[in-house]
């Protein structure tokens, strides 16, 4: 029930259209099968596939009109249509022959499911529109019954089972292969957004195929796009679980479990509301975000500033990159600046009181004042500390090159 969008060239070969569009072989209603006695009903099924193309109309309308998935377009309505005129011949045949489908009528309609999981249908919406097709079939075969053959309107009652079992065979033939279709587009797609982040945080974005991957998974590769990662939803199914949350909203995202981390990759949409779907699937991880960046290589600057900014990120709390750009940053270059720093590091574990005199003056912006009202201590006493401070470091915190040595210092001594 899912012809491909763009409609085969006549010329092409039959064996390059897909199974469902293939024109059936001519029907020819006197070669009906009809069992003895259930004339009167073929007659009438007969009626209704003499005039198909009028039912079609009607139910591609209904279908449109109530399902609505089909009314957004997502299936155009000469694949609708070519999908319903297929789906209702067969069914009437096989109400006049009074049997359920056969396996090759059941193939098709399974093809009808692959191509619908291809193109986004959801399956409730697809079985819903098969649903109102055997319904409003249903409805004109009644209405076809003369009026002066009420035996016919009885006889027609009892067709009621077959017209059940075709659509019970039928929506479960679809389902099952809708569902093994999606199972391995989903397959495929984790596998592509794996491979994506792992070329982000490689750098490896030279070569076309980072290009054709974020493009396979909806990104515009020349746009802005944001990093977000979480520490303390470090599996595939928190992976799987933050993805199907973050589908719901604005945007495209790509959610990766690496490592320790679960990496999100995004752009479009609300960077605050993918922080409140993180928390609210992990409310005591740790989260940091990237600043948005442009391009590719803009996605796996975003990722480090990620990372960087989580390192220094306790758990249960979010931080930016944009707010902690500072710290992240010398927190990523601890190795270089280690023994640069290790004077004020070692001063602030032997003397934390020193170290918090330091952090309030920073706080207080210079006023030894307001850091002393910060600490409930005399002004003098402050003093005190931040001179003992700079006899000790050999660093003045009360300018700005001491300072930014001294809370560096500070931050590495815990």
Known sequence: MAPSPNPPRADAPETSVPIDLREPEELQLEHLQVPAGWEPVAAVANTVLIDLDDLVGHVVDR?????????HGMVP??????SVRRNLEVALVGLAERRPPTAAELDVRREAGVRRAHQGMPIDALIAAYHVGYRE????????????EPETATQLLTAATTVWRWTHAVTDAIATTY??????????EVGARQRFVELLAAGDLDGAEA??????????????????????????LHAVQLQRELDDLAGRHAVVARGLVVVVISQGGDADEVVAACRRLEPIAALATGHGRRGLRGARASLVDA???LWITPDGHTQHFDDAWLWATLADADERLGDLLEPGTRVARDH???????????EAGF??????????????????????????????????????????AARRAP
Not at 63 to 71: K, R, T
Not at 221 to 228: F, G, I, L, M
Not at 352 to 362: D, G, I, K, Q, T
């Open 63 to 71: 279908v449109e009109g109530e399902v609505e998935a089909y009314a």
């Open 367 to 408: 006023s030894v004042t307001q850091a002393a009202r910060r600490l409930g201590l005399h002004a003098n006493t402050v003093s005190y500390r931040l001179e003992r401070w700079q006899e000790l470091t050999g660093w003045d915190p009360r300018h700005l090159d001491g300072l930014v040595r001294s809370l560096a």
């Open 77 to 82: 309505r000469s694949d609708l249509e070519a």
């Open 307 to 309: 990372e960087q900014t």
């Open 352 to 362: 934390p009181h020193l170290a918090e005199a330091v952090r309030a003056l920073a």
């Open 179 to 188: 569902a093994a279709t999606i199972r391995t587009l989903e397959a495929r």
């Open 211 to 236: 290009t054709s991957l974020a493009t396979s998974l909806g990104f515009d590769p020349v746009e802005d796009v944001r990093a977000t990662v979480v520490r303390g939803a470090t599996d595939d």
């Open 137 to 148: 079939m249903w409805h004109t075969l009644v209405a076809r019954v003369p009026p002066d």
